[in-house]
């Protein structure tokens, strides 16, 4: 029987080459596996180093910069302008302190009067930068958080968690809020930004933070009061509380043009950081630069970097965005050539139904032919089925095994 012979050649040859796709399984594609998770705001995000899409009469970037990570954004639309690593993941100081607001802030009214107990001033870390509270003495909420704005008092920060439900509380808080934002970069385990194991935070979260921060025209408000007289202690002669006066330790405030605030941050552990907000012309930007090589140039990086961003508005191309709180994190493929900002555009995921096993390969195999049987084309599918199959299956079992389950 010809027809049946030839039949046997054709089926054995695949047959026959699975010993050699056996022994070989480094030349055998891996079982599907979904790319990684793209970078919040846009896959140019999730690159290393500096991100920018100059159009024609750019101007260039500062040379000079030494920031590890660094961003610019247009606080209204949400455009990122240019971006340096700025999902890496470091230590925030202080400028945590801009989540912490804008998590517990809109939770008190301004001009309520609390007093202060002991046991909500214990417990600061050593060395905290401190406004002055003390204890049995009673302070309105909005002197509280210009001590947090002005002063970066971690006292204020304790006395307004306590406020809040207790240190614990505030944290778990502060953690759901950023999840809320989609900063996915920021791991919360002090409310102060005080260094503290496994703390940190990015540039892109932490402008999250000040965007979502400076709606709040409280906020907006504290960020951007350079000094003020702070409730002071009792004078036992008089029976008279007196005051002192405090200032904003934001060193571009009153300086740089335009600026609105927002937050500075500095440990030894941390090094500098600083968000900062300017407007200029009918548009705010928002600029936050992570860990340069000196207290003060995190200052001078943040002001070269809001120059540059109000001359090159409308001359570049977003290299990513600011994602609103809900809105969808990751860019969507689209099938076509760029992605995101420019990007390309990642492969799609295999869905479910688009996955094949050796089983759906045999099954379909069988209603191919005149639907009575396999036919010679459906035999050839179940032989290179079963030979993908079980190369595919023996490097599965090895990657168990080495893997000591």
């Known amino acids: 029987m010809p027809t049946c012979s030839k039949l046997a050649r054709v089926i054995a040859a695949p047959v026959a080459a699975l010993p050699l796709l056996l022994a070989a399984p480094v030349a055998v594609a891996a079982p599907n596996e979904p790319p990684p998770p793209a970078a919040v705001g846009g896959e140019r995000l999730g690159l290393p180093g500096v991100q920018v899409a100059p159009l024609a009469g750019a101007p260039a970037l500062p040379g000079d910069l030494t920031g590890q990570s660094w961003i610019v954004a247009d606080a209204v639309s949400g455009e ?3 971006a340096s690593n700025p999902h890496l993941r470091l230590a925030p100081a202080s400028t945590l302190k801009i989540l912490f607001a804008d998590t517990v802030l809109p939770k008190f009214d301004r001009n309520a009067v609390h007093k202060v107990a002991d046991a909500e001033i214990q417990g600061i870390g050593a060395g905290s930068s401190l406004v002055g509270i003390k204890e049995d003495l009673e302070y309105r909420v909005e002197d ?5 704005f002005l002063s970066s008092g971690n006292d204020a920060v304790h006395v307004l968690a306590h406020m809040n439900g207790g240190v614990q509380q505030t944290v778990a ?20 930004g005080y260094d503290s194991e496994g703390q940190v935070s990015s540039a892109y979260d932490l402008t999250l933070f000040a965007r979502a921060g400076l709606r709040n025209p409280d906020f907006r408000g504290y960020c951007a009061t350079r000094d003020m007289l702070f409730p002071g202690a ?8 007196g005051s002192f006066g405090i200032a904003n330790t934001n060193r571009l405030l ?8 927002v937050k500075n941050g500095f440990t030894t552990n941390a090094g500098s950081t600083f968000v900062g907000a300017a407007e200029r012309d009918g548009r705010t930007l928002l600029v936050t630069v992570m860990h340069p090589t000196s207290y003060q140039k995190v200052y001078d990086e943040t002001a070269a970097l809001l120059d540059w961003g109000f001359a090159a508005a409308g001359k570049v191309s977003p290299v990513g965005k600011l994602v609103e709180e809900g809105e969808t994190a990751a860019p969507v493929p689209t099938g076509q050539a760029g992605g995101a ?6 492969p799609p995921h295999p869905s479910p139904a688009a996955t094949t096993t050796a089983a759906d390969t045999a099954s379909a195999a069988h209603t191919g032919g005149d ?14 089925a079963l030979a993908s199959g079980g190369a595919a299956g023996l490097l599965l079992l090895n990657r168990r095994r080495a893997a000591g389950g």
């Open 144 to 148: 509280l958080w210009r001590g947090v």
């Open 234 to 241: 009792v004078d036992k002669n008089t029976g008279q509380r």
């Open 371 to 384: 639907g009575g049987g396999l036919g010679p084309v459906g035999w050839i599918a179940v032989a290179l």
């Open 341 to 346: 900002a420019g990007a390309p555009a990642p």
């Open 173 to 192: 808080e502060m953690q759901a809020r950023a999840e809320a934002l989609q900063a996915r970069d920021t791991r919360v385990v002090s409310p102060d």
């Open 254 to 261: 009153g300086k740089y043009p335009g600026l609105i605030g």
């Open 80 to 82: 990122v302008l240019a």
